[in-house]
């Protein structure tokens, strides 16, 4: 999906996430789900390394190799890129299922 930045007049591309969905937090996750999963980490949160799945198999989610110094991590059902130093949730990418790696 593509959306305008008005202030800049410049092109974002958000993914195959509706524009609405995309600025909610998290994003591209409808409230209700969100609520219904019980969904309480946003971006710039801090995860604790114990409680999460690290992605090690990026393709099998349909992801490219993270850029450096990130990792992709499964935490509370959410995918998610994390700074691989501070454990910080630089964004959130959609909720998964199962863990496939």
């Given at each position: 999906m593509i959306r305008r930045d008005n202030a800049e007049r410049r092109i974002i591309v958000t993914g195959n996430c509706p524009p609405g969905l995309a600025k909610k937090s998290p994003s591209c996750v409808p409230p209700g789900q969100a609520k219904k999963h019980g969904i309480r980490l946003g971006v710039g949160d801090f995860i604790d390394w114990d409680d999460v799945h690290i992605v090690?198999?990026?393709?099998?989610y349909g992801l490219s190799m993270p850029p450096d110094g990130n990792r992709y991590a499964i935490v509370d059902g959410q995918l998610v890129r994390v700074n691989r130093d501070s454990g910080k949730i630089l964004s959130i990418l959609r909720l998964v299922d199962a863990i496939l790696d």
């Amino acid at each position: 999906m593509i959306r305008r930045d008005n202030a800049e007049r410049r092109i974002i591309v958000t993914g195959n996430c509706p524009p609405g969905l995309a600025k909610k937090s998290p994003s591209c996750v409808p409230p209700g789900q969100a609520k219904k999963h019980g969904i309480r980490l946003g971006v710039g949160d801090f995860i604790d390394w114990d409680d999460v799945h690290i992605v090690t198999r990026p393709g099998r989610y349909g992801l490219s190799m993270p850029p450096d110094g990130n990792r992709y991590a499964i935490v509370d059902g959410q995918l998610v890129r994390v700074n691989r130093d501070s454990g910080k949730i630089l964004s959130i990418l959609r909720l998964v299922d199962a863990i496939l790696d």
